[in-house]
Nanobody, 114 residues
Framework: QVQLVESGGGLVHPGGSLTLSCVAH????????MRWYRQSLGKERELVAS????????TYADSVKGRSFIYRDDAENTVYLQLNRVTLEDAGVYYC???????WGRGTQVSVFS
């Protein structure tokens, strides 16, 4: 009955920004590292960003480093990913993950167009 609900995706112009959200139901965030993944057409799901439990240690893939920010609100079981200066390579379906669990939501799609 664990449910992950990603949202915030949509259509965005190159150079634009958006913030993705992931809410977990029946699975607490507080004790786990949170991760965002992206799955692009023809590619495997890849890690984009992560944030550890406190103290919050953040990691970013090279593709988004310097223009993204991951943050969490454990009280609301929510993790966010802010993407700035979006490029075509950012397009794909974004998924969140709680630690090393294997629960996946439907993801939220980011489409980039000019």
């Amino acid at each position: 009955q664990v449910q992950l609900v990603e949202s915030g995706g949509g259509l965005v112009h190159p150079g634009g920004s958006l913030t993705l959200s992931c809410v977990a139901h029946r699975l607490a965030f507080s004790g786990s590292e949170m991760r965002w993944y992206r799955q692009s057409l023809g590619k495997e799901r890849e890690l984009v960003a992560s944030i550890s439990k406190r103290p919050s240690i953040r990691t970013y893939a090279d593709s988004v480093k310097g223009r993204s920010f991951i943050y969490r609100d454990d009280a609301e079981n929510t993790v966010y990913l802010q993407l700035n200066r979006v490029t075509l390579e950012d397009a794909g379906v974004y998924y969140c993950r709680v630690g090393d669990s294997n629960f996946w939501g439907r993801g939220t799609q980011v489409s980039v167009f000019s």
